[in-house]
């Protein structure tokens, strides 16, 4: 797919990983449509159309299908149509399950299964008619290995693997491709402030010795947007993590 012109709307993007995303892809010419809970300040969308391309901001809860449905209709409203969906915004709310209260399950599928559902399902219709789109899942690789004190946030991303690679089975033959990318221990606000020791051993796990970044991601989901004849994959960036 030629990115060129094309309308990227990427949920969570107002900082780290989305953000990164929708950097990449305005670099390369195409429209973002930024998205969080709150209002999306004109200085965000600065850092967007100083390359020369529109930037548009939505937000609403993606938790809600009415408010997906809304806003991916505000989108269409104002460019045309969503040709790419990245569906990147996520939470976390850890914790041994031993202890972890029913809503902190909850609430992260709510955000980080259902949020991409609703958000897919609301875009799908239009790129059904148009025969042609792409939408790429941000998992993670816990939902590939698990990670004690996560199995919610890793339950939550292994269902969107899940739901990957079944709507890619049902929207192929539309010409519109679906996958995932799993990042590792990407560097970001989390594991700025976290101790030496802590990051050695996090560092241990890797066999390239290092963190990833966002813009290592951000590259990822590019090359899934352009590339026409893959579907129902997962890329892991993780520095050969679960090799």
Not at 14 to 30: C, N
Not at 42 to 56: N, Y
Not at 64 to 78: F, G, H, I, P, Y
Not at 176 to 184: D, E, L, W, Y
């Amino acid at each position: 797919m030629e990115i060129k012109n094309k309308n990227v709307f990427i949920t969570g993007s107002t900082r780290g990983i989305g953000h990164a995303i929708a950097l990449e892809f305005a670099k390369r010419g195409a429209n973002v449509i930024i998205n969080g809970r709150s209002a999306i300040s004109k200085e965000t969308l600065a850092d967007f159309t100083a390359f020369g391309v529109q930037a548009i901001g939505v937000s609403g809860d993606i938790s809600s299908l009415d408010d997906a449905k809304r806003m991916v209709q505000e989108a269409t409203d104002q460019l045309g149509s969503v040709d790419i969906l990245v569906n990147n915004a996520g939470i976390t709310k850890d914790g041994l399950s031993l202890k972890m209260k029913e809503e902190d399950f909850e609430s992260v599928l709510k955000i980080n299964v259902t949020g991409a559902f609703n958000m897919t399902q609301a875009v799908l219709k239009p790129m059904t008619r148009a025969r042609q789109g792409a939408i790429i899942n941000i998992s993670s690789v816990v939902g590939l290995i698990g990670n004690a004190g996560q199995a919610n946030y890793a339950a939550s991303k292994a269902g969107l693997i899940g739901l990957t690679k079944s709507i890619a089975r049902e929207v192929a033959a539309r010409n519109i491709r679906v996958n995932a990318v799993a990042p590792g221990f990407i560097e970001s606000d989390m594991t700025a402030v976290l101790s030496d020791k802590i990051k050695g051993s996090m560092l241990n796990q890797i066999p390239m010795k290092h963190f990833g970044s966002p813009e290592d991601v951000a590259k990822t989901v590019l090359f899934l947007a352009e590339q026409e004849y893959i579907t129902g994959q997962v890329l892991t960036i993780d520095g050969g993590m679960v090799m």
